[in-house]
């Protein structure tokens, strides 16, 4: 995650804009989690990598476009109620995929997929915006 948030973002940020890595991001997340299903280990090891680059490209795009949106009044403000929403989220989303994994096993990787190419469709309307 530290190299994807460093040199990688770094260098991709210039060939493309947030709004874009959102997209990419997003797709990648969203690959990662079908890939968890499997019980080959050379996929799971597959899937960890995707989810550093997936959610690094992701969310601090996601951060980025919210900073530049908010104003250098309400920046941090924004950010802080962001990262936030991200804390309960993670709480959350922890613990109900727990309680799923328990009732469906593998399944559950599918269905956060499915949210995660949710995401992923309606983020182009980014795209209109920038």
């Given at each position: 995650?530290?190299?994807?948030?460093?040199?990688?973002?770094?260098?991709?940020?210039?060939?493309?804009?947030?709004?874009?890595?959102?997209?990419?991001?997003?797709?990648?997340?969203?690959?990662?989690?079908?890939?968890?299903?499997?019980?080959?280990?050379?996929?799971?090891?597959?899937?960890?990598?995707?989810?550093?680059?997936?959610?690094?490209?992701?969310?601090?795009?996601?951060?980025?476009?919210l900073?530049?949106n908010?104003?250098?009044?309400?920046?941090?403000?924004?950010?802080?109620?962001?990262?936030?929403?991200?804390?309960?989220?993670?709480?959350?989303?922890?613990?109900?995929?727990?309680?799923?994994?328990?009732?469906?096993?593998?399944?559950?990787?599918?269905?956060?997929?499915?949210?995660?190419?949710?995401?992923?469709?309606?983020?182009?309307?980014?795209?209109?915006?920038?």
């Open positions: 995650m530290v190299f994807v948030q460093g040199p990688i973002l770094r260098i991709v940020s210039k060939r493309f804009s947030e709004n874009k890595l959102v997209i990419i991001g997003s797709v990648i997340l969203g690959t990662n989690f079908v890939f968890f299903v499997s019980n080959n280990s050379i996929m799971i090891y597959g899937a960890a990598v995707l989810f550093a680059v997936g959610y690094g490209l992701m969310w601090l795009s996601v951060m980025s476009l900073s530049k908010a104003g250098t009044i309400y920046q941090g403000a924004v950010q802080g109620v962001a990262s936030s929403f991200a804390s309960l989220a993670s709480i959350i989303g922890l613990t109900a995929g727990g309680l799923l994994y328990s009732l469906l096993g593998g399944t559950t990787f599918l269905i956060s997929a499915g949210v995660i190419f949710t995401v992923f469709i309606l983020s182009f309307r980014l795209l209109r915006f920038y």
